[in-house]
Antibody, heavy 118, light 113 residues
């Protein structure tokens, strides 16, 4: 049984950065990648990028290149998403989700609400 | 980028009736070397993360009721709920995992008539 726990809600001012964490346990060796997906209020799902859990290699959606950093800490089975230069449009629930490289997202975190407001 | 277009955007179905959601891809998500369609369906209820229902276009995830089924190949896909139950009220998304960026359809809201 995979358990995924994300960090709590954040409120940030425009221009600031936020770092969200996602701790997963109980997954098998088939889980080699973790992804970040966000959902603005009342909107659909938007993929932000993915990180290889063993090597740490990342792939980002072009929209987020230069503003997003995904990292992992293998000692604590935790991955991190940092978003810089926040603006109002970044207000969303941020989900982590896991799977293998070319697979659907078999499990998801509960989501972290990030609110960007002055 | 692969664009997924779902239709309808919403539908209202009577309890026990069939619900059908379509997903059209801007390019094929069928990988010829293994003959698999890299297409999944998710269910999302309010305040919850999405839940994987179907992958490889037609394989039901473990624990998903058999009233949910997926079909289609290449660029055209369908999610069918054979007999709608109250607990199926949700938004449903298709997703392609054929190429990066991974993309989702805009979602279809299913309600009870």
């Amino acid at each position: 049984q995979v358990q995924v726990v994300q960090s709590g809600a954040e409120v940030k001012k425009p221009g600031a950065s936020v770092k969200v964490s996602c701790k997963a346990s109980g997954y098998t060796s088939t889980t080699s990648y973790m992804h970040w997906v966000r959902q603005a209020p009342g909107q659909g799902l938007e993929w932000m990028g993915m990180i290889n859990l063993s090597g740490g290699g990342t792939t980002y959606a072009q929209k987020f290149q230069g503003r997003v950093t995904m990292t992992r800490d293998t000692s604590t089975s935790t991955i991190y998403l940092e978003v810089s230069s926040l603006r109002g449009e970044d207000t969303a629930v941020y989900f982590c989700a896991g799977g293998s490289e070319w697979s659907p997202f078999a499990f998801w975190g509960q989501g972290t609400l990030v609110t960007v407001s002055s | 980028d692969i664009v997924l277009t779902q239709f309808p955007d919403s539908l209202a179905v009577s309890l026990g009736d069939r619900a059908t959601i379509n997903c059209k891809s801007s390019q094929s998500v069928l990988y010829s070397s293994n003959n698999k369609n890299y297409l999944a369906w998710y269910q999302q209820k309010p305040g919850q993360p999405p839940k994987l229902l179907i992958y490889w276009a037609s394989t039901r995830e473990s624990g998903v009721p058999d009233r949910f089924s997926g079909s289609g190949s290449g660029t055209d896909f369908t999610l069918t709920i054979s007999s709608l139950q109250a607990e199926d009220v949700a938004v449903y998304y298709c997703q392609q995992y054929y190429s990066n960026p991974r993309t989702f359809g805009q979602g279809t809201k299913v309600e009870i008539k």
